[in-house]
């Protein structure tokens, strides 16, 4: 069975930092695109950073682009958001979704496996 796993949300003071992790089981990443999604509410999800298994190349959105930073554990499967200097408005459910086909896309309808969410709430 296909699964991604989302861990490391939490509470955090504005200008915190956090790490959340994607693990997958029933599949290894080797040539997908992996990104991080989030959700506000009464927002759209929109993507957030993306990385490519194949040649490490990563996307940021510019929100995020100096703050957050992705990057992966072949051995353990594994993708990781490291967030630092976080704000208010960062606070949404972050989704980890993998992609099947190559090149760097935050389209979410572009994605195939996805998490179950997390949530990160950042506080003022």
């Known amino acids: 069975e296909v699964q991604l796993v989302e861990s490391g949300g939490g509470l955090v003071q504005d200008g915190g930092s956090l790490r959340l992790s994607c693990a997958a089981s029933?599949?290894?990443?080797?040539?997908?695109?992996v990104g991080w999604f989030r959700q506000a509410p009464g927002k759209e999800r929109e993507g957030v950073s993306c990385i490519s298994f194949s040649d490490l190349s990563a996307y940021y959105v510019n929100s995020v682009k100096g703050r957050f930073t992705i990057s992966t554990d072949n051995a353990k499967n594994t993708v990781y958001l490291q967030m630092n200097s976080l704000k208010p408005e960062d606070t949404a459910v972050y989704y980890c979704?993998?992609?099947?086909?190559?090149?760097?896309?935050?389209?979410?309808?572009?994605?195939?496996?996805w998490g179950q969410g997390i949530q990160v709430t950042v506080s003022s």
């Open positions: 979704a993998a992609r099947t086909r190559r090149g760097l896309v935050l389209r979410w309808s572009s994605y195939d496996y």
């Open positions: 029933g599949f290894t990443f080797d040539d997908y695109v």
